[in-house]
Nanobody, 125 residues
Framework: QVQLAESGGGSVQAGGSLRLSCAAS????????MGWFRQAPGKEREFVAA????????YYHDSVKGRFTISRGHAENTVSLVMNSLKPEDTAVYYC??????????????????WGQGTQVTVSS
């Protein structure tokens, strides 16, 4: 089992920045890819960004390319999401997720095995 805990959400005005962090505990000796998803009220949970175990492969949703940056720290078993130039449409609950295996980087919800509880990000205009 892998437990994930997000932190760093909050409220910010449009154009501002936030940094989300996710700390993994439990079965952290396994190789796993990690990602961020978000869910706005009344909408499906959608992919935001993902990173492979090695960090060599990174994917972003088109809507966040050039604004968000995902990274991971193996020593700390963490993954971070730096969000710049935030827009009101980025408002959502953001979820950290992990999938076992290092042969691919998941971009679909069903590819992930573990999820955090989520952290709220609110961007006002």
């Amino acid at each position: 089992q892998v437990q994930l805990a997000e932190s760093g959400g909050g409220s910010v005005q449009a154009g501002g920045s936030l940094r989300l962090s996710c700390a993994a505990s439990g079965r952290t000796f396994s190789r796993y890819g990690m990602g961020w998803f978000r869910q706005a009220p009344g909408k499906e949970r959608e992919f935001v960004a993902a990173i492979s175990w090695s960090g060599d492969s990174i994917y972003y949703h088109d809507s966040v390319k050039g604004r968000f940056t995902i990274s991971r720290g193996h020593a700390e078993n963490t993954v971070s999401l730096v969000m710049n130039s935030l827009k009101p449409e980025d408002t959502a609950v953001y979820y950290c997720a992990a999938h076992l295996g290092d042969s691919y980087v998941g971009v679909l919800r069903q590819q992930y095995d573990y999820w955090g509880q989520g952290t709220q990000v609110t961007v006002s205009s």
